[in-house]
């Protein structure tokens, strides 16, 4: 064996799992040299634009193009009976249902797709489209969720309105997607039944959006002599989107390539198919020249994925100490005029079921009632896993409400309350099978590193002084990773990923994932994974993704997923390279495989370690002529992950907010995020992703909210309406980590990325309602914006004195 010296220099080198490796792609970025769809110049390119409805009701009783061809250098103008012929004017959607592409006799939300004009520049392409004429018949709107299924509501979705199943049960209404249950209703009501003490309370989590820098887009070009699509676009699962496509327009699946480049952030955002799309690849089959479609910022916000609107009913029942015996949780789901919700196919709600938490409750029930209303659909998981920001939230300000009535600190009642570490893995009473954790620690380092008894104490001095501070908590688990095909499937497809990797001669490597990356750094990372693995350097190796006629099938980037399945595959690749190069190691030092053990970056004889072949001398031997007998050349493998199970990453939050009572105005002084990802692989990577998640949570919690007025009129639509923070508004955020590794991952790795923003908006909300709890108030609805702070102040009447 090398001394320690040697061996600490070889690690360094390598710059593999553990290091603070600088991103690798930053130098490109940083230099303007990034590549994006709007980047993309094709020879006789047209440009689309969009023909949106100004009404979020309406019948469509005619449209007259020919302003619009008369305007120079329009084309074309298409209209949902120009798709008809190719029956692609209805497209199915992520969520089992189906979507107008362009609308067909009727509008369901607005600024809804209506024509797409096509001209020789953007700037032609949006005179052409505000010169097309519809003649609309205005209908009564619906925008409130709880009146969707009055008797006397109008009808929404005329096109399956007598259809009493769309895919996830029977139907109650025409208006009415499913209702979808876990748990024991029984177990749980009689929990109740018996239970010294109950609370409960409407929690609404907004309707907000994620608001990537970069809008959607694609350029579609389609080659009539060969019959190939290649579609250059802003997708967080290209594989997927191909296999949609395929599905859509009848072209092999084998002809159509999906090329992601580089996305300027997803945040789930950029998962579904958009009607711009098929609108895009349409328009260039029929033209066949390329065809460019981006979105507006205004666009963007109005009519891609949306995230929450859930307008839950949280019910906890304890004993007299506060240990939780029953939950009952309920939700109405607003999911907008078409049921395009990315979820996995057995879970209509989501992950919703992990409502239970870092807490063992022995009895627990959700159900969610997903209806239809007029607005946009394209519900997505806002950086987290399908539904689980809406689950945390909901446990997380209930457990605050428990121990408000019962007067329990918060910190304490969630000690009573916790797993323990003895007791993992847990099998929780809504069906998971959380596989790790030691959440006591996580509190009880991150409530030393604050003083959290100093705070309360200064908390009571500042009350007695009629000022208003707030001490949130949040202790949180996540579950990413989505998932095991026994579990998950979407459009009936596993969401199993992959990684093929192809070793050189001289020791270069190119690995090809089928995962996106939006920021999250995957280009250093998986690198990194491959560097410990093989004992190359990380610098050497080269990351490919995004591009589907290179990379193998992979279910792509969303839900914290490419470090539990794509990091999984990533090192299963490089065991079996490992593996091949270990028999030609014995082969060459004329040993058995046995006699050799592994040390850094090389292969060496036991109990004689100056007996060795290092990688690089390896990869060379694998492209001659000595080989084992029967032995291929080369160092090539690829590797499908089906994960066994989800992981569970989790966190420990502290927020200290004061509240000016006059204003409203809220102010973080302090953020103090634990979190536990299990393994880390680049711990400046997981920071940047922590600080980047708990900036949206901020955002979340004090100010995004997409409002609508009664008639459907969207109402803060760009960025002079929509919260985003920039760094003047940001808090500062301090970071602090455990390590509790995943004992089914390959890497022990859990994911993080989503963590932050899953965690800090119960924290900061927490922090919030706490700085009123000593008035009597259990619970504020989000955005705690400063007028929104301010009316409770008045209310209160605070605000005078």
């Not at 994006?36 to 193009?65: C, E, N, T």
């Not at 109650?172 to 009689?190: L, Y």
């Not at 190796?541 to 006629?549: M, R, S």
Request: with cysteine; net charge negative; glycine share 10%.
């Amino acid at each position: 064996m090398g001394d320690m010296s040697d061996l600490q220099k070889r690690e360094e080198q390598l710059q593999g799992m553990g290091t603070s490796l600088l991103r690798k792609e930053d130098a490109r970025f940083i230099r303007g040299q990034g590549s994006y769809v709007d980047d993309i110049k094709l020879p006789g390119m047209l440009f689309g634009a969009l023909v949106r409805s100004p009404y979020a009701h309406a019948r469509i009783k005619g449209i007259d193009k020919s302003r619009a061809l008369d305007s120079p250098g329009v084309v074309a103008v298409l209209t949902a009976d120009d798709l008809k012929p190719l029956n692609l004017h209805w497209m199915p959607t992520l969520g089992g249902d189906v979507q107008a592409v362009l609308a067909d006799k009727k509008v369901c939300f607005q600024l809804q797709e209506v024509a797409m004009v096509l001209a020789t520049d953007r700037y032609a392409a949006a005179d052409g489209a505000a010169l097309v004429e519809v003649d609309y018949e205005e209908l009564p709107a619906i925008v409130d969720p709880k009146k969707a299924m009055d008797a006397d509501a109008p009808l929404i979705r005329e096109d399956i309105a007598e259809k009493k199943d769309v895919g996830h049960g029977p139907r109650q209404h025409p208006n009415h997607i499913f209702t979808w249950e876990a748990g024991d209703k029984a177990a749980a009501d009689a929990a109740f039944e018996g239970a010294a003490v109950t609370v409960r309370e409407e929690i609404l989590n907004p309707r907000v959006h994620p608001c990537p820098l970069e809008t959607c887009g694609c350029v579609a070009s389609f080659n009539k002599p060969t019959g190939n699509l290649t579609v250059y676009m802003t997708s967080q699962a290209p594989h997927l989107v191909r296999t949609v496509l395929a599905m859509l327009s009848g072209i092999a699946e084998s002809k159509i390539r999906v090329v992601g480049g580089d996305i300027g952030g997803g945040f789930g955002n950029k998962v579904p198919v958009y009607p711009g799309y098929v609108v895009a690849i349409v328009a260039s089959i029929v033209t066949g020249v390329p065809v460019k479609w981006i979105e507006s910022r205004i666009d963007n916000i109005s009519t891609t994925g949306f995230a929450r609107d859930y307008h839950g009913v949280g019910e906890l029942a304890a004993d007299a100490d506060g240990r939780i015996k029953g939950l009952r949780f309920t939700a109405l789901a607003d999911h907008g005029a078409f049921n395009s919700h990315v979820s996995a196919s057995k879970f209509p709600a989501g992950l919703f079921s992990i409502c239970t938490g870092s807490y063992a409750i022995p009895n627990a029930y959700c159900r969610v009632d997903a209806v239809f209303t007029n607005k946009a659909p394209g519900g997505v998981a806002y950086r987290c896993s399908l539904r689980v920001t809406e689950a945390v939230y909901l446990i997380e300000r209930m457990i605050d409400v428990l121990a408000q009535k019962l007067n329990i600190d918060k910190a304490e009642i969630r000690r009573r309350n916790f797993v323990a570490k003895e007791e993992f893995p847990y099998q929780t009473s809504l069906g998971w099978t959380i596989d790790s954790g030691d959440y006591a620690p996580a509190l009880e380092k991150v409530l030393k590193a604050v003083d959290y008894d100093g705070l309360r104490r200064e908390q009571v001095e500042k009350r007695a002084k009629g000022e208003l501070m707030g001490i949130g908590i949040a202790t949180f688990t996540e579950i990413v990773g989505a998932g095991p095909t026994k579990a998950c499937d979407i459009l009936g497809i596993g969401l199993f990923d992959s990684c093929e990797i192809r070793v050189h001669p001289t020791g270069g490597v190119i690995a090809r994932l089928g995962t996106m990356s939006q920021g999250q750094g995957h280009a250093t990372t998986y690198a990194q994974i491959i560097a410990t693995e093989l004992g190359l350097p990380a610098s050497d190796i080269v990351v490919e993704e995004g591009d589907t006629d290179k990379a193998p099938y992979g279910a792509g980037t969303w839900g914290s997923r490419s470090t539990p399945v794509s990091g999984a595959a990533t090192a299963k690749a490089a065991r079996k390279i490992k593996d091949k190069a270990k028999q030609i190691a014995a082969h060459l030092l004329e040993v058995g495989e046995g006699d050799l053990e592994w040390e850094v970056d090389r292969f060496t004889v036991k109990g004689n370690p100056g007996q060795a072949k290092t990688m690089k001398e390896l990869c060379m031997a694998a492209h001659q002529g000595d080989l084992p007998e029967g032995m291929e050349q080369g160092l090539n493998a690829v590797a499908y992950y089906d994960p066994p199970n989800m992981t569970f990453p989790f966190g420990a939050y502290v927020c200290v907010v004061d509240v000016d009572k006059y204003t409203g105005e809220v102010k973080i002084r302090r953020f103090y995020a634990l979190d536990d990802c299990g393994t880390r692989i680049n711990p400046m990577i997981i920071e940047g992703q922590i600080h980047g998640g708990l900036t949206e949570a901020f955002a979340v919690a004090l100010g995004q909210q997409v409002p609508f007025d009664e008639n459907g009129n969207h109402l803060g639509n760009s960025l002079m309406d929509y919260f985003l923070p920039t760094a003047v508004e940001t808090p500062h955020w301090e970071t602090d980590h455990t390590v509790t590794p995943s004992p089914h991952h390959p890497l022990g790795a859990k994911g993080v990325a989503e963590s932050p923003h899953v965690g800090g908006i119960p924290c900061i909300s927490n922090a919030v309602v706490d700085a009123f709890a000593h008035l009597g108030v259990t619970h504020m609805d989000m955005p705690h914006s400063a007028f929104r702070v301010w009316q409770q102040c008045h209310a209160l009447g605070i605000d005078r004195h």
